[in-house]
Nanobody, 125 residues
Framework: QAILRESGGDSVQSGGSLRLSCSITKLSHSQYCMGWFRQAPGKEREGVAGIETDGKTTYAESVQGRFIISQDKEKNTLYLQMNSLKPDDTGMYYC???????????????????WGRGTQVTVSS
């Protein structure tokens, strides 16, 4: 069973940048699709960015052009580079993994079997 652990969350001012990391261990499949999700207080968790096994990336409209998802397969690490941060980006950020593909879509939390515990991002105005 894969284990995911996020890091890199912090408190920053509006306009700042952060890079989140997600280390993945105990992999049992050869390939995984991966995603970043976030949950703000009082709101449902939403998909932010996803990367499929062929490298195709997908972003939520709210972060398009500001966030970049990438992965280092040798290090088994997923990244989320977040630029031009806004207060609305505040929330707990989670990474998720699913062997091969998520039949519900790469930004859908439904279908992802493995989740980290999250890392907090706070953006102040």
């Amino acid at each position: 069973q894969a284990i995911l652990r996020e890091s890199g969350g912090d408190s920053v001012q509006s306009g700042g940048s952060l890079r989140l990391s997600c280390s993945i261990t105990k992999l049992s499949h050869s390939q995984y699709c991966m995603g970043w999700f976030r949950q703000a207080p009082g709101k449902e968790r939403e998909g932010v960015a996803g990367i499929e096994t062929d490298g195709k990336t997908t972003y939520a409209e709210s972060v398009q052009g500001r966030f970049i998802i990438s992965q280092d397969k040798e290090k088994n690490t997923l990244y989320l580079q977040m630029n031009s941060l806004k207060p609305d980006d505040t929330g707990m950020y989670y990474c998720a993994a699913e062997p091969f593909y998520n039949e519900y879509g790469i930004l859908s939390q439904k279908g992802f079997s493995y989740w980290g515990r999250g890392t907090q991002v706070t953006v102040s105005s």
